[in-house]
């Protein structure tokens, strides 16, 4: 969609008034098939394939406050599918695939920019490491380099390499990695659902299930009972939380990860690096502020906000690996509510309960892995059956032993 500089102009100074809505904002209806409860990424992103792709219709999105107000809107942006394990590395690369066509896919700017990935080396185990994780990745069909330690210097002239605490030996390159336009992809993805006949329904926060014979029939919402052929959740941090209102008990703990971003500085740093001696990742937005995160806090909390040890560790890890970060001044931070598995890695199964499906677990991956959870979730409400990238996310993993323990980092090895 085009506008011109008197249009843009004629907007401004007239409060923005001419531009439309790009979804509607309707009431919910006494029943729907498909019934989503989170709005987010991977809500929309579902709903977005079940009705484009599944050919369904009669969907609802239901969302307690406003599209994209949760971790779709509180994340560093970075997308990448530099994964090990077999459970995970086929689904993030299809994943990386979509992200490629997403916005040709849904005909809106998603700011997806492709500026690679960098993975910090520090020891020869973890170059050994590294070298079996750019295999793994090769093997299903993503782009690994490993780089030493000059060709890692002409790219990343800045990092600290000749007094370094951690020395820098080298580093895992995946080209096609990079950043996206966190709200642009829950706007694009909202829009594509509406115009595909989903109802969007905001401000409408599930208070319980309603059961019958062991089926789910329906949920009990702040703005009515709205009955559901079949009930798919999607709320990150809250997902303990929701599925408890069905008398279910997650492998899942709720923890804040806060992000940070700088003052806006002129174009530094090239693509996304990760510190490989510590839990720290850093990207540049368009906009010139340096983006980066780390850890998680150490305590369990619903709230959207950190501490103070959590900032500090941060800057350490920064400091450490880049000692030019020091002269940046910090704009803003932020958190969002993570839903930890216990291995790392996601559900996206069918519940006990009949009717009533499962999309979770998401660790630090939660963005990057969007349009692939949104697909995959979408093909199990369609068809009752896994998509073939999805069918190691089974919920009763735990209990079989068959866990995918890869820390839902993707990029950290162990340093011995």
């Not at 969007?200 to 059961?211: A, P």
């Not at 923890?255 to 940070?260: D, I, S």
């Not at 540049?284 to 959207?304: E, H, P, R, T, W």
Request: aromatic letters at 10%; proline letters at 4%.
């Amino acid at each position: 969609m085009r506008f011109s500089g008197l249009r843009l102009l004629k907007e401004a100074v007239t409060g923005h008034k001419g531009w439309q809505p790009l979804w509607r904002d309707p009431e919910s209806q006494e029943a729907y098939d498909f019934v989503i409860v989170g709005g987010g990424g991977h809500g929309l992103a579902t709903a977005y394939y079940l009705a484009s792709h599944f050919g369904k219709s009669r969907i609802a999105v239901l969302e307690k406050g406003w599209l994209g107000s949760g971790n779709i809107g509180r994340n560093t942006t970075i997308i990448r599918s530099n994964y090990l394990l077999p459970g995970n590395q086929p689904f993030y690369e299809f994943s990386m695939k979509l992200w490629e066509g997403l916005e040709q896919e849904l005909n809106f700017n998603a700011m997806v920019s492709q500026r690679g990935i960098l993975n910090i080396i520090h020891t020869d185990a973890q170059r050994d490491a590294y070298r079996r994780r750019g295999n793994a990745m090769r093997l299903s069909g993503a782009d690994a380099q490993l780089l030493n330690r000059d060709e890692l210097r002409e790219m990343a002239p800045f990092l600290n390499y000749e007094h370094a605490r951690f020395p820098i030996k080298g580093a895992l390159l995946q080209a096609r990695a990079g950043t996206a336009r966190h709200d642009g992809v829950a706007w694009g993805y909202a829009r594509g659902a509406d115009s595909h006949g989903v109802d969007l329904i905001q401000n409408c926060e599930v208070t319980g299930f309603r059961m019958e014979g062991g089926r789910v029939t329906g949920v009990e919402t702040t703005r009515g009972v709205i009955g559901a052929g079949k009930v798919g959740v999607a709320v990150a941090g809250s997902s303990s939380r929701v599925m408890a209102m069905a008398g279910l008990r997650l492998p899942i703990e709720s923890h804040v990860l806060q992000a940070f971003v700088s003052e806006g500085l002129k174009p530094t740093i090239p693509g996304v690096i990760t510190f490989g001696a510590g839990h720290f990742y850093i990207s540049q937005s368009d906009k010139g502020g340096l983006v980066f995160g780390g850890d998680i806090d150490g305590y369990n909390s619903y709230a959207q906000r950190g501490n103070l040890p959590v900032v500090e560790d941060v800057a350490e890890g920064a400091m450490a690996l880049m000692p030019m970060i020091g002269r940046a001044r910090l704009l803003r931070s932020w958190g969002g509510i993570m839903d930890m598995s216990i291995d790392g890695s996601p559900i996206i199964d069918r519940t006990p309960v009949d009717g009533l499906y499962l999309n979770a677990g998401w660790c630090y991956g939660g963005f990057k892995a969007t349009p692939a959870s949104g697909f995959a979730f979408a093909h199990l409400l369609a068809t009752g059956e896994p998509h073939d990238v999805a069918t190691a996310y089974r919920l009763d993993r735990f209990a079989r032993g068959h866990l995918i323990d890869e820390r839902g980092a993707g990029a950290q090895p162990n340093l011995h």
